[in-house]
């Protein structure tokens, strides 16, 4: 079976906006700068858009040197510099993990425009996944997400609805899979890619949430709660897409055609 990428996307800062590109380069933690920065409370918990919504609204680019975050919640966008330094200890979901601290003034950019103390941290170190063998930056717990346009085709139809696919925030938009066809995909390979499959991606409020307004509505995860919930690892999780790892690495790009089996 033949998928072609219909679009990518990299998340330069965890739970803000995507950066949508023609051309990503696969490595193993994922698609290059995804998941790279995180804003941590003071304690060193990460910040989600499960209890700031608001984080939707920063739209980060990161060219490997700086980082540029525009938004409409600031008079003028954050320019800054990326920093080494000694790392320092954090969390995803109480998960330990590292990250270099990149200052006051991102520091007091991001508490001024979200309006709660908070600092930005780059990732540093590494983190296993739980399944698969894999290694990953801030991402929740896989490097790679992956959904299909017709099985968000299928929801929206299910719900008289017009839901864009940057409510689910996937690294990788597949077409020619079908409705769904992604659930039964173990292995994606390219001319220069190859990424497994290994578990169902679970689905948060984050979903309810306007990418564009950051407004939040008890839609789409209770539609999806209706026919797309089942029992993973014994525990009972709304799935709607894959998460996976990279086996082989190089260069993805929008209109690759991808083996699927």
Same mark, same amino acid.
């Given at each position: 079976?033949?998928?072609?990428?219909?679009?990518?996307?990299?998340?330069?800062?965890? *739970?803000?906006?995507?950066?949508?590109?023609?051309e990503a380069e696969l490595s193993p933690d994922g698609l290059r700068h995804d998941r790279e920065f995180m804003l941590v409370r003071p304690d060193g918990r990460h910040l989600s858009q499960r209890e700031v919504p608001e984080l939707a609204l920063l739209h980060p680019g990161f060219d490997g040197e700086k980082l540029v975050v525009h938004t409409a919640l600031a008079a003028a966008p954050l320019i800054c510099a990326a920093v080494d330094g000694p790392a320092r200890d954090v969390t995803v979901h109480r998960r330990p993990c590292q990250g270099v601290d990149q200052g006051d003034e991102a520091a007091g950019w991001f508490s001024e425009t $979200?309006?709660?103390? &908070?600092?930005?941290?780059?990732? #540093?170190? @590494?983190?296993? #996944?739980? !399944?698969?063998?894999? #290694?990953? #930056? +801030?991402? %929740?717990? +896989?490097?790679? *997400?992956?959904?299909? %346009?017709? *099985?968000?085709?299928? $929801?929206?139809?299910?719900?008289?609805?017009?839901?864009p696919m940057a409510r689910f925030r996937p690294n990788i938009? !597949?077409?020619? $899979?079908?409705? +769904?066809?992604? %659930?039964?995909?173990t292995r994606l390979r390219g001319d220069q890619v190859?990424?497994?499959?290994?578990?169902? &991606?679970?689905? &948060?409020?984050?979903?309810? @949430? %306007?990418?564009? @307004?950051?407004?939040r509505s008890p839609e789409p995860l209770r539609a999806l709660a209706r026919y797309r919930a089942e029992r993973f690892d014994g525990t009972?999780?709304?799935?709607?897409?894959? !998460?996976?790892?990279?086996?082989?690495?190089?260069?993805?790009?929008?209109?690759?055609e991808l083996t699927a089996s």
């Open positions: 079976m033949i998928a072609v990428v219909a679009a990518l996307n990299v998340f330069p800062i965890k *739970s803000a906006g995507a950066v949508p590109v023609a $979200l309006g709660l103390p &908070c600092r930005l941290v780059r990732f #540093t170190g @590494t983190r296993p #996944t739980a !399944l698969g063998g894999g #290694t990953l #930056t +801030y991402a %929740d717990g +896989y490097p790679v *997400s992956v959904l299909s %346009d017709e *099985s968000l085709d299928d $929801l929206n139809r299910r719900m008289g609805a017009r839901l938009v !597949l077409r020619g $899979l079908g409705p +769904y066809g992604e %659930d039964s995909v190859d990424i497994e499959l290994v578990r169902p &991606c679970g689905r &948060c409020v984050i979903v309810n @949430t %306007d990418q564009d @307004t950051a407004r009972r999780e709304i799935m709607f897409g894959r !998460l996976g790892v990279p086996r082989a690495l190089g260069a993805l790009r929008v209109g690759d």
